[in-house]
C-alpha cells in the first residue's frame, strides 16, 4: 500500500530557532500534499495545500512566513516553520494522495515542542 | 461556509457493546471517507463510499452513506480494545484549489472501552 514517510517523529527546539519537517511518498508520486495541524484530543486543522512545483495554498488564519512549505518534488515536501515559539507546540501531520480522488495516506506526525 | 459535523464528541462503551458514530455535511458530498486515529499515532483511511444509500462492512465495521449523500453513519458490533480511537469522517471541500481537492474533516469521535 502506499507509504508515506514524515521526520522528525518528535523534535524539541528553543524558542527563536528554525525547524524542517520532511514529507515523503515512498512508492508513489504524489502531485498534491497536505499539511495538518492537530491539538490534543481535537481534530485535524488543515494548514496548507502543497502542489509540486508551484506555490502552496495555506488556509486562512496561517501565517505564510512563518510555516514555510516547499514541495520540490512528486515525492518530497518540507514544513519549516520559522522562528518557532512555544505557542508553535503542536502535532504537524502531512497526507499525501495518488490521485485527484484518491483516499489521503498520512505521515506518522511530527511532534514539535519549543522551549 | 461547508462544515461537516460529528457526533458524539466522546463515547465510553463496554468491551462488547456496540459503537456507532454519526456525520453530518452542510452540504451534499461527492463521497465521504473515514479515518481512524489511534492514540499517539496518525490517521489511517478506512472506507470510502460514493453512492447514494451505499452501505459498506469490514468484519465489524458497517458504514453508511444517506440517501441525500449529506451524513454518514459508521457502526462498530461488539467492540475490542483493538477499536479504541478516533473516528472522523471527512468530505471533500467544495473549493478546489489548484486542482487539488481537499477533505473537510469533522471533529471525530473518540471511542474507549472498558474491558
Known amino acids: 500500500g502506499a507509504v508515506v514517510s514524515q521526520h522528525p517523529s518528535r523534535v524539541i527546539c528553543k524558542s527563536g530557532t528554525s525547524v524542517k519537517i520532511e514529507c515523503r511518498s515512498l512508492?508513489?508520486?504524489?502531485?498534491?500534499m497536505f499539511w495538518y495541524r492537530q491539538f490534543p484530543k481535537q481534530s485535524l486543522m488543515l494548514m496548507a495545500t502543497s502542489n509540486e512545483g508551484s506555490k502552496a495554498t495555506y488556509e486562512q488564519g496561517v501565517e505564510k512566513d512563518k510555516f514555510l512549505i516547499n514541495h520540490a518534488s512528486l515525492t518530497l515536501s518540507t514544513l519549516t516553520v520559522t522562528s518557532a515559539h512555544p505557542e508553535d507546540s503542536s502535532f504537524y501531520i502531512c497526507?499525501?494522495?495518488?490521485?485527484?480522488?484518491?483516499?489521503?495516506?498520512f505521515g506518522n506526525g511530527t511532534r514539535l515542542t519549543v522551549t | 461556509g461547508q462544515q461537516v459535523m460529528q457526533i458524539p464528541q466522546y463515547q465510553h462503551v463496554q468491551e462488547g457493546e456496540d459503537f456507532t458514530t454519526y456525520c453530518n455535511s452542510s452540504?451534499?458530498?461527492?463521497?465521504i471517507q473515514w479515518y481512524k486515529q489511534r492514540p499517539g499515532g496518525h490517521p489511517v483511511f478506512l472506507i470510502q463510499?460514493?453512492?447514494?444509500?451505499e452501505v459498506k462492512k469490514q468484519k465489524r465495521l458497517t458504514f453508511q452513506f444517506g440517501e441525500a449523500k449529506k451524513n454518514s453513519s459508521l457502526h462498530i458490533t461488539a467492540t475490542q480494545t483493538t477499536d479504541v480511537g478516533t473516528y472522523f469522517c471527512a468530505g471533500p471541500s467544495l473549493y478546489a484549489i489548484q486542482g487539488a481537492q481537499k477533505l473537510v474533516f469533522g471533529q471525530g469521535t473518540r471511542l474507549t472501552i472498558n474491558p
Open positions: 497526507s499525501a494522495r495518488e490521485t485527484y480522488n484518491s483516499p489521503l495516506h
Open positions: 512508492d508513489f508520486q504524489a502531485t498534491t
Open positions: 452540504t451534499t458530498l461527492s463521497n
Open positions: 463510499l460514493v453512492k447514494s444509500g
